[in-house]
Structures are given as C-alpha cells and as structure tokens.
C-alpha cells in the first residue's frame, strides 16, 4: 500500500477528490446552458444556432439621456384611475369581473346584497305608477261642479244652499290639484329610491381594465373600503415641472405639442403627446409649473414608467427613439438647448 504524503489523511484526499468533481460537474452544467440557450426553434419546426445568445445587451442609462434630452422629470399615468367603494356599509353578493378584464362604461362589476332596497323600489314603483287618487279626485270635482250648475240653472236656491254647493266644487277643485301634487312626488320618491338602489352597484365609469378587485364574496365592506380599482391606459398621462419662465416665451397652453421620452426595455421610446392643462399657479421657490401632458398609448404600454418631457421638437438626432422608428412631424433643424431646459 502506497503512503499518504506527510499531512494527508485519507478523508482529506476523498474531500479533494469530491470537490474536483462538484467543479467539474459545475463547468459541464454551465457549459450546457450556454449551449443551450444557443439553440433556438425557426418557425419551420428545425433547430438552429442563436448568433447573439450568451450576451445581453448593455442596459441604456436612462438618466444620463434624458439630461442630454432635456426638459422635465415625470412619472406615465393611466388617464383615469379610480378606486371605487359603495359608499354604504354593504355585504358583497355577487363579483361579476376579475382583474385584467376589459370592461365599458356601464358595466356592472360588483353587487352587494340589495333584496331590501329593490322591494323598496318595486313598492314606489307601484306607487308611482298608480294614478287611482287623481282619477277620484277629479270625478269628485266635476260632480260637485255639475251640482253647482243645475242648482244655478233651476232658479229656486236660497244664498245658503249656493254656497255650500260652490264651496264643494271649489273644494274638489284644490283637492284635484292636491292630488296631482301627491302623485308627482310619488314620482320623485321612485327615482329617490332608485339612487339609493344605485348605492348597491358598482358598474364601471369609463371604458378601461379592471387592475385589481379588492373584495371577496360574503365581505361586509364600510363605506370607506375601496373595493374595485379601474385603470384607462388607452391615453397615458404626465405632470412635467416646466421652468415657468419656458412656459411663458413657448406660450404653453391646452392643446401645445409635447415631446415625450419614455424609458422602455431595450431602448426608450419617442413619442408626441399634446398639453391638456398648465397650472395657473407658478412655485415660487422652485420657478416651475405643473403642464398636463396626454400621449396615445397605442402599444399598451403599462403606467408607472420613467419619462422625459420637453415642449420643443428634440430633432433629427432624436429619429432613432422615435415610435415607429420614423419621425413624426419633426421640425426641420430642431434641436434642444445647451444647459438641458428644453427650451428654444
């Protein structure tokens, strides 16, 4: 038998040996990933070789160009955004949405128990509808007028028994118009209860995506709860900080061109938007005012994303950020400022 070298035992060299291994076994693990993740399926069904697989592409420092960009910070919102609660303290009945689901205006999304109120309003409905008290009331107008004349007629009344019968007919009169009074506030006492029947629906206040239902079936919810949050990113909408005195040299108002950077995966994106609205009230510590931009979402683009926006064409050296890869209504010879403002 062969000896160890001095201080080596035989545990030690087995560890030695294990370790080995594990390296190895590490190397060929990596090295078929990479192989791997090199491989790829064309749409023909057979196997080829990804050219770029193994290198990720450098991520862009959106910092760095939007200061080179120019213009103001902002955060991409959805357009409309509303957390919606009853408004009452309510126990959940039915949840006829789920999150991410399409919805239009009107849509009912949640129910809440509502047996109470819907008999309330079949009751007024009832009410409302019935037009017997006017119909009476009139029949007694027209007999006590119809007494009155033939009394008149005949001649032969002394001045109580004219009175009296006047005074009937003149009471069915008031009486008539009561009674259409009554049936007209009948009438408002329906759509009363109809708006509080309201109160146990939620129906959708704009086309958009239900983002999150926060409710189950069986909760009993405050009126303070939020229970269903609808989001519309069809349009996607930026408060920039403008330098007030950029504000009032490009006129910024309702309707102004905006130039909008967005930071996206892979490369930001370019795109126009138009000035919604311009505070009336400038900071006066920090010299800006807040601009309401909205830009088209057409390639469904999630809120919450980093932005830039500017109110001056950037240019031609921009072209390659532009959506669509082309520019859109450039001004010929455009381009920013040096210290970044944005401005002409």
């Given amino acids: 038998m062969s000896q160890l070298p001095p201080g080596r035992t035989i545990i030690g060299a087995m560890k030695l040996n294990n370790l080995a291994v594990v390296l190895a076994l590490g190397a060929a693990l ?23 697989a193994g290198t ?22 959805a357009s409309q955004d509303t957390v919606m609660a009853f408004g009452i303290p309510v126990q959940v009945k039915d949840i006829v949405v789920e999150g991410g ?7 009912l999304l949640i129910r809440a128990r509502d047996a109470d109120q819907v008999a309330i309003v079949e009751g007024q409905r009832i009410q409302a509808a019935s037009e017997y008290e006017i119909q009476a009331a009139d029949l007694a ?15 032969t009344f002394s001045p109580a028994e004219k009175d009296e019968l006047e005074t009937q007919y003149l009471t069915g009169v008031a009486q008539l118009e009561q009674a259409k ?34 409710v189950e079936v069986g909760q009993g919810v405050r009126e303070s709860d939020g229970a269903i949050r609808v989001v519309n990113t069809a349009k996607l909408r930026l408060d920039a900080y403008a330098p007030t005195h950029e504000t009032i040299e490009l006129a910024i108002d ?13 490369k930001p994106r370019l795109v126009e ?12 510590v920090s010299q800006r005012r807040r601009v309401r931009v909205e830009v088209v979402n057409t390639e469904g683009w999630p809120a919450g994303t980093q932005a830039q926006v ?22 010929p010879g455009a381009g920013g400022i040096a210290d970044g403002r944005g401005g002409r």
């Fill in 310 to 331: 500017r109110f001056t064409d950037p240019g031609g050296a921009w072209d390659e950020y532009r959506a669509g890869g082309k520019a859109l209504g450039a001004a």
């Fill in 273 to 284: 938007g138009a000035v919604q609205y311009i505070s009336p009230v400038a900071d006066s």
């Fill in 56 to 77: 990720l592409a450098p991520p862009v420092d959106f910092e760095a160009l939007a200061a080179k960009f120019g213009g103001a910070k902002a955060d991409t919102k």
């Fill in 254 to 266: 309702k309707g102004h061109k905006a130039w909008v950077l967005v930071d996206l995966p892979g």
């Fill in 181 to 214: 009074t009554k049936h007209e506030l009948e009438k408002m006492r329906l759509a009363q209860a109809e708006g509080q029947l309201e109160r146990y629906r939620l129906e959708a206040p704009f086309d958009g995506i239900v983002e999150e239902v926060k």
């Fill in 30 to 52: 990596s090295a078929g990933v990479v192989a791997a993740s090199s491989v790829v399926v064309r749409s023909d069904g057979k196997s080829g070789v990804n050219p770029g």
């Fill in 141 to 155: 107008m027209k007999l006590a007028k119809l007494k009155f004349e033939r009394l008149k007629e005949s001649g």
């Fill in 101 to 107: 689901q399409a919805v239009k205006k009107g849509d």
